[in-house]
């Protein structure tokens, strides 16, 4: 097997053993950063009150930044796939009921994080097969990884940092342009570290924390953020 060829397979290799059970697996080739320390980037404390992101025994939760803005390659799909991976909570079935939620429609979600919102899902049955969802998971984060591309270029950030990141975040809200537009239009003007201080006003930093940080890292990575003068 070629290189290029065990990318899109690559999660298949860290398979779900048991109801729920994971294993964790290194991402190939070029590694993401490795999770910051500090959790909440230095630029934005003196400008507002971010808590820190914790686990319930008090630890801090990692939070993944960037290493540099090197090109896209071919490692930063594998990348995002292993950051999912160990982000999102595996559901053996169906996980959640569809109901409306302001413009959206949400669906029962299974696996690491497909929506139930298809035939092809919903037939397979409450409880789905393994390989079901491994396939489900490889197409998720492929078209989410698409998406980023697309994303990065049109605020000028077409680097394997911001690709991977978007593509983690659109596996998890859908569509971050469409979730956060005020935020992506901060981002298309440029103003990056206003954008990423602008995520911590949402009620995503209250649901999942570390998720929100690593954007916010990720963005005041690319933006070279610093503090406020005193």
Wanted: one cysteine or more; hydrophobic letters at 35%; a positive charge.
């Amino acid at each position: 097997m070629t290189k290029k060829a065990g990318i899109v397979p690559f999660m298949v290799l860290c398979a779900v053993l048991g109801a729920g059970g994971m294993v964790t697996c290194a991402a190939p080739g070029q590694a993401y950063a490795q999770a910051n320390k500090n959790n909440v980037p230095d630029f934005l404390k003196p400008r507002v009150a971010v808590p820190a992101c914790k686990t319930p025994d008090g630890k801090l939760k990692p939070v993944y930044g960037c290493a540099g803005a090197g090109p896209v390659t071919e490692m930063t799909l594998a990348a995002a796939q292993k950051i999912i991976y160990d982000r999102e909570t595996f559901h053996r079935c169906q996980h959640g009921r569809q109901q409306q939620a302001g413009n959206y429609n949400r669906y029962p979600t299974v696996g690491w994080g497909t929506y139930v919102d298809t035939d092809e899902e919903e037939k397979a049955g409450k409880c789905p097969p393994m390989q079901a969802m491994q396939n489900w998971f490889i197409r998720d984060v492929t078209h989410s990884y698409k998406r980023a591309h697309a994303q990065a270029k049109a605020i000028n950030m077409d680097n394997d940092c911001m690709v991977r990141t978007l593509t983690v975040v659109n596996h998890q809200l859908g569509d971050f342009p469409r979730k956060y537009p005020d935020t992506w239009k901060k981002l298309q003007q440029g103003q990056t570290c206003s954008a990423a201080e602008n995520l911590l006003a949402w009620s995503w930093y209250q649901q999942t924390c570390e998720r929100t940080l690593d954007m916010v890292v990720a963005l005041s990575d690319a933006g070279k953020c610093v503090p406020a003068k005193n």
